[in-house]
């Protein structure tokens, strides 16, 4: 355990040294130096394509650098990072989606890759794998028991099911542990319990290396925050109490974080005529007798609590899934449950699904194959030229900035931000009458997020109506202008906007205003 | 060009360029230019590099006409067989039942036809129905009640072999006179004229997936069923549509097989299998890397059957085209998920 390595302190755990990582001719990560300390929460901060997911793959090995050092406690790590090297300085990354099996146990997911076996018959150790869980879970105050199974479990639950396995390599107080934009996936409830756990794992000793998109989390929880920017550390472990979102953020993009919305400055014309689309006594499988109008020219935020049915109205509006309900689309009945689509995509109604790469694009085809798929009916007659399709994919770029400007290349190699682009630019070229959204600015960093929210908003200047089913209550403070609050299948408030992030949240989860990420005292929008 | 709705649309229109292509097409250097030649022509230049190797170790044996006849005028069964294959792959299904199914209409002409009497051209329509109907069951089980599309087609295979060994009596059945042979034996430019099907067959596909709206669909129903169900296509009608074209495309191939041979022996159907999987795998590296396309799958097949000629003619015998074969399918597996992976990551 001596300083060995050259600017190494005592109470550092790890330290990069001029880590730097190319793929082909562009330099992904240039001349990285990083240190976290012992027992802080140290959050690496940056926009999709900065280099930080690099960053995370070199520390678990998954790639090796051109150059540069990492030492842990001292002693240096061999490039490329070994597995049995991370499991002896207890170094482990909770990645986005969790990584678990839900077909197995909790029991089995938290020791996979420690199962201890006996010496003779290499048999699986049950008991002591038991013991070894019982007491990381006990620890971590977990409310449900090894036997069941991950799938049986809310996000909540698993997120300590994920800690826990990573604290497997952990003896006390010592190692890393990188949380790769857990939260992500968890809902708003459960993130204050998540970071209290977060902090409590930090009080042992054990460093924490937090990665995220999100600026208020950052603030809210980390001690030091680093940035990175096209793949160099434009901020280097700066304390985050003489930081604020404005200044993170201008250091996050490079520009100032523009944060007026320019349809702010006049009242919006208030949304007349007949609604576009109109729902009475919705029903599925969270909803419970939902109704709903979309005027013209209106941006119709929902949201509530996990479960409560907010993230199941779009799929029942598109008619995607068994719904149940009077749904009427341009003064036309659309029968629901949905046999035929056809009688809605005629009507201009698009879905916006949330799994970009699951439902929203096909990942290995080229971005304009993907960007073109649903005009390819009206245009490609008798036979599709490219001719339209270059022009509709150069309209996206210039209106979306959709980097880097490559028709042929496949979604799967633009960042997770343009891909969203994609997404979003794919539908609204078609200049659709009604926009149903889900988490649109899911992983998406500051920059993109404020081109997607903009081409939103541009959407309903021209006549169509806009439905955003999220939990970033900023995102629909930013952009809408009525919010419903829904709980138990049916809306229990309606707040019209201009209004806060924070009335937002506190509509949702109570004047205790307990479970929000915000308590950045700048809500925006009013 | 009146109505583009580009112009109105509800993202910001560009500031000009109704036709410039700078900002569509990819960063073009020279060099990327070469590498793209490179990596969509590889298997030709190794396909050239073989027949240069084979004409120099046999000197006027290997680079004769009678070869080339050999090679261009032998695999028009396993064309129609890749193309079939490739009708399920392109969809993202699978089947595995195209060669049984190859053998039955094989032997279902012969058998109606010579043993029954029957008008050629009538036994001829009559067989490629009954393929066209394994097809049918096939789509009706796999598409229709969701059972998993290799373990369903396998046992189709197994039983689609059966049913022809039965309807053969289990031996072979020939006898069909050469004035019907017509259709497949009439020489055309020195080559029967079912190779000009063959390649027909091959650009028409072709022309489908790469103009049409019905193959920009295939592609996204094989690449992503629910993004292509969102945006309007009839994945249903696409999936059912491409396990009826896989039995119609090999039941035209057992037809013209047998057409041309006179006769057909049932035990042989499944061997002609892994060539046509290996070819439609090996086809992924070439023209259009990292994806399955009838032109490649046209030049992998040409190329297999160019190294098992050239081997034949150093003096190995019939094992030699199983052995290259199975190890072109293993290649061509490495080569497709290389590329792939390639195009997939950055």
């Known amino acids: 355990m001596t300083a060995q390595a050259a600017g190494h302190a005592d109470d550092d755990a790890l330290v990069i040294r001029g880590l730097r990582k190319t793929f082909g001719s562009s330099v992904v990560l240039d001349d990285i130096d990083l240190s976290v300390r012992r027992g802080e929460i140290h959050a690496l901060v940056g926009q999709n394509g900065s280099g930080k997911s690099t960053l995370i793959r070199v520390l678990s090995g998954v790639h090796t650098a051109d150059a540069g050092t990492l030492t842990m406690d001292g002693r240096p790590l061999s490039a490329p990072v070994r597995v049995s090297e991370l499991r002896r300085h207890g170094l482990a990354v909770v990645h986005q989606d969790l990584g678990l099996v839900p077909g197995l146990t909790v029991l089995e997911n938290v020791r996979v890759g420690h199962y201890t076996r006996s010496r003779l018959s290499r048999r699986i150790r049950w008991d002591v794998e038991r013991a070894a869980a019982e007491r990381t879970l006990s620890w971590l105050d977990a409310d449900f028991g090894l036997d069941q199974r991950v799938a049986a479990l809310h996000a909540g639950q698993r997120a300590v099911v994920a800690i826990a396995r990573a604290l497997q390599a952990q003896r006390d107080g010592s190692g890393l542990i990188v949380f790769d934009e857990s939260t992500q996936s968890l809902p708003r409830e459960v993130l204050q319990d998540f970071y209290a756990t977060v902090r409590r794992i930090a009080r042992t000793g054990t460093a924490i290396l937090l990665v995220s998109h999100r600026l208020d989390e950052v603030l809210e929880i980390a001690d030091r925050v680093s940035v990175l920017r096209d793949g160099r550390l434009v901020l280097a472990g700066q304390p985050s109490r003489e930081l604020t979102e404005a200044s993170l953020g201008h250091t996050v993009l490079g520009r100032e ?270 | 060009m009146t109505t583009n709705p580009a112009d109105d649309l509800a993202i910001q229109a560009p500031e000009s360029q109704p036709g410039a292509p700078a900002i569509g097409a990819s960063p073009r250097t020279y060099w990327h230019w070469l590498h793209t030649a490179m990596s969509r022509g590889s298997l030709i230049v ?177 690449a992503n069923r629910a993004v292509a169900r969102l945006a309007g296509v009839r994945v249903t009608r696409i999936r059912v549509g491409a396990y009826l074209c896989s039995g119609l495309l090999a039941g035209l191939g057992g037809v013209i097989l047998v057409d041309g041979l006179g006769g057909f022996d049932p035990s042989s159907s499944p061997s002609y299998l892994l060539p046509a999987l290996s070819a439609a795998f090996l086809g992924t590296a070439v023209i259009e890397p990292g994806r399955f396309n009838p032109l490649g799958t046209l030049v992998a097949i040409y190329f297999l059957v160019t190294g098992i000629v050239g081997l034949q003619l150093l003096g190995y015998t019939g094992w030699v085209s199983d052995v290259f074969y199975g190890a072109a399918l293993i290649t061509a597996l490495i080569f497709s998920s290389v590329a792939r992976q390639r195009l997939l990551r950055r």
């Not at chain 1, 200049?431 to 541009?458: F, K, N, W």
């Not at chain 2, 190794?46 to 004769?64: H, N, S, Y």
């Open chain 1, 257 to 526: 974080l523009d944060r007026a919305a320019p349809w702010r400055q006049s009242p919006p014309p208030a949304a007349s005529g007949p609604a576009l689309l109109e729902v009475h006594g919705l029903h599925g499988s969270l909803l419970r007798g939902l109704d709903a109008a979309l005027r013209p020219g209106e941006v119709v935020g929902v949201t509530g609590r996990t479960e409560s049915g907010h993230e199941e109205l779009p799929y029942a509006l598109a008619g995607v899934m068994g719904a149940r309900g009077e749904l009427t689309v341009r003064a036309r009945v659309v029968p629901l449950p949905c046999r035929d689509r056809s009688q809605l995509t005629a009507n201009g109604v698009v879905l916006v699904p949330q799994h970009r790469l699951g439902e929203g694009l096909a990942a290995q085809l080229s971005a304009l194959e993907n960007l073109t798929l649903p005009r390819v009916v009206r245009r490609g007659r008798p036979f599709l030229r490219r001719g339209w399709q270059l022009r509709e994919f150069a309209t996206a770029v210039a209106s979306m900035r959709i980097t880097p400007p490559d028709a042929s290349a496949s979604v799967s190699t633009f960042s997770g931000g343009n891909q969203q682009k994609i997404l979003l630019a794919k539908w609204l070229l078609g200049s659709p009458s009604v926009l149903l959204l889900h988490e649109p600015t899911q992983a998406v960093d500051v920059g993109a997020r404020l081109e997607i929210l903009t081409a939103i908003r541009r959407t309903v200047g021209q006549g169509a109506a806009v439905l955003i089913s999220s939990i970033e209550a900023q995102d629909l403070a930013f952009v809408c202008d009525r919010v419903l609050v829904l709980a138990d299948g049916v809306v229990v408030r309606e707040l019209t906007c201009p209004c806060s992030a924070e009335d937002i949240s506190t509509a949702v989860y109570g004047a205790s205003g307990v479970p929000d990420t915000g308590g950045t005292p700048n809500p925006q929008g009013s």
């Open chain 2, 46 to 222: 190794v396909w050239i590099a073989l027949i240069g190797l084979f004409t120099a170790i046999e000197p006027g044996v290997f680079f004769t006409g009678g070869t080339f006849q050999i090679i261009f005028g032998s695999q028009q069964a396993l064309v129609f067989l890749a193309m079939a294959a490739l009708c399920a792959f392109t969809v993202g299904e699978f089947d595995l039942s195209i060669a049984s199914n190859l053998g039955l209409a094989a032997i279902l002409v012969p058998v109606l036809a010579v043993e029954h009497n029957m008008n050629v051209a009538v036994a001829s329509v009559l067989a490629v129905a009954a393929c066209v109907l394994v097809g049918a069951v096939n789509a009706v089980v796999i598409v229709g009640l969701g059972i998993d599309a290799i373990v369903t087609t396998l046992g189709m295979a197994t039983l689609v072999s059966g049913l022809t060994l039965g309807i053969s009596g289990s031996s072979q059945v020939s006898g069909l006179t050469s004035r019907t042979a017509v259709i497949a034996n009439t020489e055309v430019l020195g080559l029967p004229v079912t190779f000009y099907y063959g390649i027909a067959i091959a650009i028409a596909f072709w022309y489908v997936l790469r103009f049409t709206v019905l193959g920009r669909h295939m592609v996204f129903v094989g």
